[in-house]
DNA sequence: AATATTGTTCAGCA
DNA sequence: GTGCTGAACAATAT
């Protein structure tokens, strides 16, 4: 579920709580959210050092530390974080806490334990290695360099959104979100769209996300013209009422209104 | 009791 | 090689 609007609200959250704090210890109670290290490898990195900067890139947030290492979150599906004093309020799936010498802990929560969690050196080198695309709320990330990623592209728009490779921070609800607003059927391929369609959709997905990242990610806030809220069973289309189908799109489950995105 | 869910990786196929 | 799709992964809800 964490998709870009998701990840922001987690790095302003620690952004706001955790920076500049020294780090105490920390305890792994799962190994499996651990990617490429070894629990005392990640407790030796973090001991007597600080966060000193939040950022993020897609759907990563990366920790930046007083010695210009980084910590690498990932949230899966069900991965988020909470800031609470030791010993109280800790959520139900704590897989690793940082505690920090005010007594307080930053703990990574993962229910289902597909999120990963490494200590990298250097953010620029990580991104270029892992050869993801450029973050979809990038200032620098113009509507030309979109273009240019999806020339080309064969499979559906749906699932080129999706793909981190290409950009970074669409996830499958917010891909039938851009869906939706754009009126497009689930199905459509990147080859069927001009370049002024496409135009379209990469401004649409900005004016989504940044929407998103305003009001916050309670879905009660989000305003009622967002298909987000309307995904699932027996649901209406915000616009025309009609009922919300389901199908398969590579893999997927996709949501979408069928008279409003007809093919 | 199967099935769906979610993001990423990877096998397999065009 | 390349790019795309679908299965696998974990744990839970329905």
Redesign the pocket.
């Given at each position: 579920?964490?998709?870009l609007p998701d990840v922001e609200a987690f790095r302003k959250y620690i952004q706001s709580t955790a920076l500049h704090k020294t780090i105490r210890d920390v305890k792994v109670f799962?190994t499996?959210v651990l990617k490429n290290t070894g629990p005392s490898v990640l407790a030796g990195g973090l001991k007597g050092r600080s966060f000193e900067q939040a950022e993020r890139h897609?759907?990563?947030c990366l920790l930046a530390l007083d010695n210009s290492k980084y910590l690498v979150l990932?949230?899966?599906?069900?991965g988020f974080v909470k800031y609470y004093k030791t010993g109280t309020q800790a959520p139900?799936?704590v897989r690793v806490a940082i505690e920090f010498e005010n007594d307080y802990v930053l703990a990574y929560d993962s229910?289902?334990?597909?999120g990963e969690i490494q200590l990298i050196d250097d953010a620029t080198r990580f991104i270029e290695s892992?050869k993801l695309g450029p973050d979809v709320m990038n200032p620098d990330f113009s509507d030309k360099d979109f273009l240019k990623a999806l020339s080309?592209?064969?499979?559906?728009l749906k699932?080129?959104l999706?793909?981190?490779?290409?950009i970074?921070g669409i996830?499958?609800?917010?891909s039938d979100e851009i869906m939706f607003q754009e009126r497009l059927h689930p199905n459509t391929?990147?080859a069927d769209l001009d370049d002024e369609q496409l135009g379209l959709v990469f401004k649409t997905m900005q004016r989504i996300f940044a929407q998103v990242i305003e009001t916050g990610i309670e879905p009660q806030n989000m305003p009622d013209s967002l298909l987000t809220h309307h995904?699932g069973r027996d649901m209406k289309c915000p616009s025309c009422q009609g009922a919300i189908e389901?199908i398969?799109?590579?893999?997927?489950?996709a949501?979408f209104c069928p008279s409003c995105q007809a093919h």
């Open positions: 579920m964490p998709e799962d499996a897609g759907k990563y990932h949230f899966g599906m069900t139900n799936h229910q289902r334990k597909l892992w080309g592209r064969r499979g559906t699932s080129t999706m793909n981190q490779k290409i970074s996830g499958n609800v917010y391929k990147v995904r389901k398969k799109v590579a893999g997927r489950s949501y």
